[in-house]
């Protein structure tokens, strides 16, 4: 009985450790205090980063990620494709508009992988195009909101 329950609950702690994950990191405004957005000269409101990443069968049927609504009852999604690009965009631009920020320097990468990986080893587990590891992140500066009227906008004149 005893060594049934210890396989039932590393097998829970193996699933929980596999299965897909969406984070959201921010630099806290103290850590970039007197910093400055070379390019531009803004001043950095804070660093934003987010991620996700989840399991695919086939490379296509999703099967498990992390679920990208903060409201959400799990952090967990089956069988939703929430591991896009698009969804990461509309995320990160939800966070410039609750900061009054603008972004500055975005970066966005891609992974797919059609071996079953799983993040933090190093190793894959061959099993080509069964199940495949798919994984977005966002990450960039977010600076003060700019006063200033963009060219072609209403007020400049044309």
């Known amino acids: 009985m005893g060594k049934q329950r210890f396989r039932s609950i590393v097998?829970?702690?193996?699933l929980a450790a596999a299965s897909g994950c969406c984070t959201r990191y921010s630099m806290s405004p103290k850590h970039l205090a007197g910093l400055?957005?070379?390019?531009?000269g803004g001043e950095i409101v804070e660093h934003y980063h987010i991620q996700n990443y989840g399991w695919y069968l086939f490379n296509v049927l999703p099967i498990v990620c992390g679920e990208t609504d903060r409201n959400a009852f799990s952090r967990i999604a089956f069988f939703s494709d929430?591991?896009?690009p698009d969804i990461m965009t509309g995320i990160f631009n939800d966070r410039v508009r609750e900061t009054?920020?603008?972004p500055a320097c975005v970066a966005t990468h891609s992974m797919d992988l059609v071996t079953f990986a799983i993040p933090g080893i190093s190793i894959p587990i061959v099993v080509p195009y069964v199940i495949c590891y798919r994984e977005v992140q966002m990450s960039g500066l977010l600076l003060k909101g700019d006063d200033e009227e963009t060219p072609g906008e209403e007020g400049d004149g044309r």
């Open 36 to 40: 400055r957005y070379a390019d531009e």
């Open 100 to 102: 009054g920020s603008r």
């Open 82 to 84: 929430q591991v896009r």
């Open 11 to 14: 097998a829970i702690a193996l």
